[in-house]
C-alpha cells in the first residue's frame, strides 16, 4: 500500500517560476521589451506573465510609464527576494556542472583570506596555469572559515587553523615573520624612522583586530612594540597620527603611496621588497614560532589528481617539499 503524501503547503503557495523569472528580467531592465530580448521571448509574453504573478500576490509590482516600468514598493520586496534567489540556484548549478560533468576539464576551489589571495596567490597563479591549462580554479575568500556559506565546500583550504573543519587534512606550512615596512621614498623623507623609537613616532597603519577572532594570535603595533620593550601609547602629542583598519590590502596600499609604515607578514611582503618597492626601515622582528599556516584539504580527495596537482605545487611555492 502506498503511503499517502500530505500537500507541501510551501510548494504549493510558490508563484510560477515562469512568471518570476520573466519579472525578475523586467525588473532589472526597467523595460518589458528588453527584457523580453534578455530571455529570447515575446513582449506579449513577458506582460502575461507579468500579470499572472501581479494576480498570484494581489498587488501590482510596477508602476507603467509609458514603454518604461518601475518597481512598486511590493515589486521591490520581492525582487531582492527573487534575485537572491536566482543568483544561488545559478551558482549551485554552475558547481554541479564544474564537479560532476564528464567533460575532460577539471576544477579545484579553493578558499584564503583576501590579503592571502592579493598578496600571494595572485602573483603566482600564472605559473600554476601554464602548468595545469586544463585546471579551472573557483577562488573563494572570507574571514570567517568556520561559518560560511551552505553548499561552500573548498576542496583546499589556506588558513591559520590547524583544523578548519572535519574531514580535512591538514599540512604545516611556515610561521609567521612580522616586520615594519615603508616605501623607500617615505624612509628618505623620514630618516628617524630607522631606530626603534624614531619609528614609534611615525604614521603607523595598524591592522585591527576587528573580524579576526578566529585567529589564534593577532598581532598589531601595540604588540609588535611592546614585544620590543616599547609602549605605542607613548608617543609625542606632537607626533604623527595613527591609523586603524580590519583591510589588510589597504593598509598596504596606503603603504605604497608613502602615508606611513605597517607591519609586514613577510609571507606577504617579500615580493614588494624583493621588487624594490617596499624596503624594511628597521631590522627588528617577531616571529610566532608557536604558530603556522596550513594547507587543509579534503579527505575524500586524497587521491584526486587535480589536488595533488594544486598541493605539490603550492608546497613548491612555499619551498616545502610535498611528503607522499
Request: aromatic share 10%; proline share 5%.
Amino acid at each position: 500500500m502506498n503511503k499517502h503524501t500530505d500537500p507541501d503547503q510551501t510548494l504549493l503557495k510558490m508563484p510560477s517560476l515562469r512568471a518570476v523569472k520573466s519579472f525578475v528580467a523586467a525588473a532589472r531592465y526597467q523595460n518589458f521589451t528588453r527584457a523580453a530580448e534578455a530571455l529570447c521571448v515575446t513582449q506579449a509574453a513577458i506582460s502575461r506573465q507579468v500579470r499572472e504573478l501581479e494576480s498570484f500576490l494581489g498587488t501590482p509590482l510596477f508602476n507603467r510609464a509609458g514603454r518604461a516600468v518601475e518597481l512598486t514598493r511590493a515589486g521591490s520586496i520581492f525582487f531582492d527576494a527573487a534575485q537572491l534567489s536566482f543568483i544561488n540556484i545559478a551558482q549551485a548549478a554552475d558547481r554541479i556542472r564544474m564537479d560532476f560533468s564528464n567533460l575532460s576539464r577539471r576544477s579545484l576551489t579553493l578558499c584564503c583570506s583576501p590579503a592571502f589571495s592579493a598578496l600571494w596567490m595572485s602573483h603566482r597563479l600564472p605559473s600554476f596555469f601554464s602548468a595545469n591549462p586544463d585546471i579551472d580554479l573557483n577562488l573563494v575568500t572570507t574571514q570567517n572559515f568556520l561559518s560560511m556559506e551552505p553548499g561552500v565546500d573548498p576542496d583546499v583550504f589556506i588558513t591559520k587553523l590547524s583544523r578548519v573543519r572535519s574531514g580535512y587534512v591538514s599540512l604545516p606550512l611556515f610561521h609567521d615573520v612580522i616586520y615594519p615596512i615603508c616605501t623607500p621614498a617615505y624612509l628618505d623623507a623620514h630618516p628617524e624612522i630607522s631606530t626603534l623609537n624614531g619609528l614609534r613616532q611615525a604614521v603607523l597603519l595598524n591592522l585591527s583586530p576587528y573580524g579576526r577572532s578566529q585567529v589564534a594570535e593577532h598581532v598589531d603595533w601595540g604588540v609588535w612594540l611592546a614585544i620590543h620593550h616599547l609602549d605605542h601609547k607613548n608617543r609625542s602629542q606632537d607626533g604623527f597620527h595613527y591609523f586603524n583598519a580590519n583591510d589588510y590590502n589597504m593598509l598596504i596600499q596606503m603603504v605604497l603611496n608613502s602615508q606611513g609604515v605597517a607591519l609586514g607578514w613577510d609571507h606577504l611582503v617579500k615580493p614588494l621588497i624583493e621588487a624594490g618597492r617596499l624596503v624594511r626601515p628597521v631590522q627588528e622582528e617577531v616571529i610566532l614560532e608557536e604558530t603556522r599556516h596550513y594547507l587543509s584539504y579534503r579527505e575524500d580527495k586524497a587521491d584526486d589528481e587535480t589536488v595533488n596537482l594544486f598541493r605539490e605545487w603550492f608546497l613548491a611555492q612555499c619551498d616545502i617539499f610535498p611528503i607522499n
